[in-house]
């Protein structure tokens, strides 16, 4: 293991290979990454990883739209393809009409190709779409989804060939400071020397603060997803969708599947990441298909054939705090994907190495994320509530 380096990563996630992929392409060769499992071994792994751009906040929307753009060139630039570019659905109730072409506005203005369809053009391009309670539809036809487990790897592959070291099976033990500044990274295999350390530990971000005596404002919650099996005598579901009305959402998995979760407003379940059942429960399953069939009738006697549950990493308003920590020279934060953030994780990376290597992020603005913002009662605001930032 290398003794020295430029900047050592915590956590080989979706936000952690960004930010070092994204610190080779601007130069730097002597850059760590530290994972404690292999690649995706937290919240990335377990992600739905849907892709849309309806945000309802424009630092969001920025970073999502950049996202979208890397995600695009993707095979150009890695030699993989990693977005499903499927389509995207959002439908929404009524009650929340005049909130959706507000935001409709806001998204046009901020250059996101986005369209209020028909409930007649949603019902055809979803087959057998319950239409009942649903106010107006959003298509995006350049979302979907995203496969994290390429996206990562292709990062992390990218960021070596550059020269970068990726420490798989390696925990971070501690952070140690010298004169009140990042001085080391201690693992198993001894310290490696740094001036600068990044947090970006997911679901164990919030410890990782308190080695250095931070206590940043995270919770960790218990997010489940199942797969079901669309019966063979109904047309493909090929889109994604975010259903507001039912709180669900889904999108196609490989093999004739469907992969749905149950979407916010809904009660936090806090969760201890180093214990935590990873099982999906009976109430969930049952929960999950009631809203499932309730919205595409044809798929009560579907199959579930696996579930998980994930964690989210959750700050008081549902978004990532990316900053520099000013408690602790050296020390960078990019913690709380609060359930939305490996689609807008591709520019998060680009942003944070900007911080990092330039002093200031200059792609997209990223200050109203600083963490500052809990303490001066400037947290960001979702037009919807809950995590639909
Ligand atoms: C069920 C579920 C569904 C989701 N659906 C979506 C979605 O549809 N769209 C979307 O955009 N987002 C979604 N998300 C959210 C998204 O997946 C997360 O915001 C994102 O993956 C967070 O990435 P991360 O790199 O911050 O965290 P993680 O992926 O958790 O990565 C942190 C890494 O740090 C490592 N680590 C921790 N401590 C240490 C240590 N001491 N030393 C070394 N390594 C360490 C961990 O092992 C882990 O691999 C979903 C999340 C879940 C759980």
Redesign the pocket.
């Known amino acids: 293991m290398v003794k020295t380096a430029d900047v050592v990563i915590?956590?080989?996630?979706?936000?952690?290979?960004s930010i070092l992929y994204h610190l080779t392409a601007k130069g730097m060769r002597n850059v760590v990454l530290?994972?404690?499992?292999l690649?995706?071994?937290?919240?990335?792994?377990?992600?739905?990883?849907?892709?849309r751009q309806h945000y309802s906040n424009e630092v969001s929307i920025r970073l999502v739209k950049k996202s979208l753009e890397i995600f695009q060139h993707f095979p150009d630039v890695f030699g993989t393809a990693v977005l499903h570019n499927v389509g995207w659905y959002f439908l929404v109730p009524p009650e929340a009409a005049d909130l959706f072409h507000e935001n409709m506005v806001q998204l046009k203005r901020l250059g996101v190709r986005t369209s209020a369809v028909s409930l007649e053009d949603a019902a055809e391009a979803l087959p057998g779409l319950n239409l009942e309670g649903i106010g107006c539809v959003a298509f995006e036809p350049e979302s979907g989804?995203v496969d994290?487990h390429g996206m990562a790897s292709a990062f992390a592959a990218k960021a070596k060939s550059s020269g970068a070291e990726v420490y798989l099976q390696?925990?971070?033990?501690d952070i140690k400071l010298s004169n009140g500044r990042v001085a080391a990274v201690v693992t198993d295999q001894g310290e490696i020397r740094t001036p600068v350390v990044v947090n970006?530990?997911?679901?164990?971000?919030k410890?990782?603060g308190q080695w250095v005596g931070l206590d940043l404002p995270l919770e960790v919650t218990r997010?489940?997803?199942v797969v079901a099996r669309i019966p063979a005598d109904i047309p493909p579901l090929r889109h994604s969708v975010s259903n507001m009305v039912d709180r669900s959402?889904w999108r196609p998995e490989r093999h004739g599947m469907l992969l749905v979760?149950v979407g916010h407003p809904k009660e936090n379940e806090l969760a201890d990441p180093d214990h935590y059942s990873r099982d999906v429960s009976r109430d969930f399953v049952e929960d999950v298909s009631r809203r499932l069939s309730h919205r595409l009738p044809a798929m009560e006697d579907a199959v579930f054939v696996k579930g998980?549950?994930?964690?989210?990493?959750v700050t008081p308003d549902w978004n990532m705090i990316l900053d520099k920590s000013p408690d602790v020279d050296g020390l960078y934060l990019?913690?709380g994907?609060?359930?939305?953030?490996?689609?807008?994780?591709p520019a998060i990376g680009l942003c944070m190495a900007e911080l990092i290597v330039d002093g200031a992020a200059s792609t997209v603005d990223i200050t109203p994320l600083e963490g500052a913002r809990f303490t001066e009662n400037t947290q960001l605001s979702s037009t919807y509530g809950g995590n639909r930032a």
């Not at 998980?308 to 990493?313: A, C």
Request: a negative charge; charged letters at 10%.
């Open positions: 915590i956590g080989g996630g979706a936000i952690g290979t530290l994972e404690k499992g690649l995706c071994a937290g919240s990335t792994g377990d992600s739905a990883a849907i892709m989804y994290p390696t925990p971070a033990r970006a530990a997911g679901p164990w971000a410890a990782v997010e489940s997803e959402y979760g998980w549950s994930g964690l989210y990493t990019a913690v994907g609060s359930g939305h953030s490996f689609k807008i994780s």
